[in-house]
């Protein structure tokens, strides 16, 4: 476990959720990764992020797929991809990224409580 933090900090992450509507290769990447536009809905719009996430999904799979991403992290460049947010995804047993979704449609832009 890491360090306890208070329910402050929590609430300073901004998780929302977001359907995917758009998703392409990354060949640029140093590991192989997916490049995706995200629509949170309303006052976010769409944003673009890339995952490492080529073990379990295609860029096929995810168009249409709500996903799970923190919105208030800085941009941060990576190669070619200013990534905007940071998709959420829990390692499976052998350290592929298994992306964290909505058990059920949420509205886009829906924050995680």
Known sequence: MTDEIGIDDFLKVDIRAGTVTRAEPFPEARKPAIKLWIDFGGELGEKRSSAQITAHYTPDDLVGRQVLAVVN???????????????????????????????????????MH
Request: glycine content about 10%; charged content about 25%.
């Open 73 to 111: 992290f800085p941009p941060r460049q990576i190669g070619p991809v200013l990534s905007e947010v940071l998709v959420l995804g829990l390692s499976d047993e052998d350290g592929a990224i298994v992306l964290i979704s909505p058990e059920r449609p949420v509205p886009d832009g829906a924050r």
